[in-house]
């Protein structure tokens, strides 16, 4: 059986709510912050392969957050003990009709009848859907789905930056026909399918490994979502904005609430000069630190 080396420590909210948010942007796939309980004091963690590695990441995390505590527990544990751990932070998450529950819950939890169930692997990487924008990103996916709810067979949604694939499994278990998801990480795209192999019930759908131009290149949809963070969406509004059907809707997240105007002033100004003839209204919402942006086109 192969080991882990883990370093972890205890920190504060507010650096909590700092690092979360570099994590989320820079696609970590080694640190992670943690809490437990809802009363439990934060934690930051990285798993790695070896000592040096993590001793060398370290390093360089203490140069974007020199307040970072000076000790870290060191700790060689098994694969199997580490998955075994991670299971206590990942919990089932449920709005409306919409469950994701973790593999190791499939059998333990009763859902109402009309559940609408995703079944999902824990990763680091790529995500469980445990995250605040994928979040914000699902419930919008269900205001979009509740408002349309006659046109579904037709109507195309496209997750753009689909990560572990877990927005556009939810499209098609709330009963969405045309779904697209694409990633620029080759890794992503397999952990979308071995999300999808684990969810049987749901009908085929279709992954790529794309970026933002080359994933909307000659495309729009219906319904467009894009969980990726400012310095992505902002560089490559002219894609995302044409990639929108005329009369759809636009949900952005991964989107720190502090960066909610700029990139709100950035893509109505987009739409202005590349969708002249389409009137957008604007929403927001927010959970946490975190923030989303809906425009509507007609």
Request: glycine letters at 8%; charged letters at 25%.
């Amino acid at each position: 059986m192969s080991t882990q080396f883990e370093l972890r420590t205890l920190i504060s909210e507010e650096m909590a709510d700092l690092l979360d948010g570099y994590f989320f942007e820079i696609e970590s796939a080694h640190w992670g912050v943690m809490q437990k309980e809802i009363n439990d004091p934060y934690e930051v963690f990285g798993i790695f392969a070896g000592k040096a590695e993590a001793l060398e990441s370290l390093a360089e995390l203490r140069i974007e957050f020199p307040k970072l505590p000076e000790t870290f527990t060191e700790t060689v544990i098994e694969d199997a003990d580490w998955q075994n751990a991670y299971k206590e932070f990942v919990k089932p998450w449920n709005d409306r009709q919409l469950h994701w529950i973790p593999l190791w819950d499939r059998d333990k939890l009763e859902t109402p009848a009309e559940a609408a169930i995703v079944y999902l692997d824990a990763g680091m990487a790529f995500g469980t859907g445990a995250h605040e924008t994928t979040r914000l990103c699902a419930r919008r996916l269900q205001d979009y789905r509740d408002a349309h709810t006659n046109r579904l067979n037709t109507l195309e949604v496209i997750d753009a930056g689909c990560g572990s694939g877990v927005l556009a499994l939810s499209a098609s278990v709330l009963g969405f026909k045309k779904i697209l998801g694409f990633d620029f990480d080759p890794e992503a795209i397999v952990v979308c399918g071995s999300n999808a192999v684990e969810n049987p019930h749901i009908a085929k759908l279709d992954f790529e490994v794309a970026d933002l131009e080359k994933g909307l290149k000659g495309r729009q949809a219906d319904l467009l979502l894009a969980n990726i963070q400012t310095d992505v969406l902002i560089p490559h509004s002219d894609h995302v904005v044409q990639g929108v059907r005329s009369g759809g809707t636009l949900a952005l997240s991964g989107i720190l609430v502090k960066e909610l105007d700029q990139v709100s002033e950035h893509y109505q100004a987009k739409f202005a000069e590349l969708r002249p003839k389409d009137i957008i209204s604007v929403d927001s919402r927010q959970d946490g630190e975190w923030g989303d942006l809906l425009f509507v086109l007609s």
